[in-house]
T-cell receptor
């Protein structure tokens, strides 16, 4: 079956760095998305990776290893507004998104 | 209005009621989606429409009935729901469904409570 695993909850300190991991098993693979969802709000797009390696976008970076079925989202210089859930979703051979349950990130002062 | 809008934002309904959720996208996209989001569970894809044609129906109970009258509007008609249907219902759109890299844009969701 198809499956996405990511930690349920993580806690980090303002100004620090945090890495949120995601492992996936899908029928075929056409890339991986990361979305951010603040409580009570819509998920918003953060990144899309289809090739191996690290892609940096400001304070956020996303990494993909296709051979290991693994991705991570790296958040630097954490701010209180980064407190949110982070959703990992892999694209299968039918171009359907397979979603993880999300990682709730709590930022403490 | 910009992006993806959904109405109502909150809905409380009894198990014998009939109600409809509305979604509208102002992005010129060709694909629209309905998702169910329950606490601590992955997003569940319910329906996908591409160019107004339903292309996916992921074993959703018949008490949920989608309608896509045009590429900008999507409805989810609800009838005789069960308490376990209480959840956040999210609408999303994307440029189309043929490319995996097209991100989905989500509406704010309708928080549904079935009593």
């Amino acid at each position: 079956g198809q499956n996405i695993d990511q930690p349920t909850e993580m806690t980090a300190t303002e100004g620090a760095i945090v890495q949120i991991n995601c492992t996936y098993q899908t029928s075929g693979f056409n890339g991986l998305f990361w979305y951010q969802q603040h409580a009570g709000e819509a998920p918003t797009f953060l990144s899309y990776n289809v090739l191996d390696g690290l892609e940096e976008k400001g304070r956020f970076s996303s990494f993909l290893s296709r051979s290991k079925g693994y991705s991570y989202l790296l958040l630097k210089e954490l701010q209180m507004k980064d407190s949110a859930s982070y959703l990992c979703a892999a694209v299968d051979s039918n171009y359907q998104l397979i979603w993880g349950a999300g990682t709730k990130l709590i930022i403490k002062p | 209005e910009t992006g993806v809008t959904q109405t109502p934002r909150h809905l409380v309904m009894g198990m014998t009621n009939k109600k409809s959720l509305k979604c509208e996208q102002h992005l010129g996209h060709n694909a629209m989606y309905w998702y169910k989001q329950s606490a601590k569970k992955p997003l569940e894809l319910m329906f996908v429409y591409s160019l107004e044609e339903r292309v996916e129906n992921n074993s959703v109970p018949s008490r949920f009935s989608p309608e896509c009258p045009n590429s900008s509007h999507l409805f989810l008609h609800l009838h005789t729901l069960q308490p376990e249907d209480s959840a956040l219902y999210l609408c999303a759109s994307s440029q189309d469904k043929t490319s995996p890299s097209y991100e989905q844009y989500f509406g704010p969701g309708t928080r549904l409570t079935v009593t």
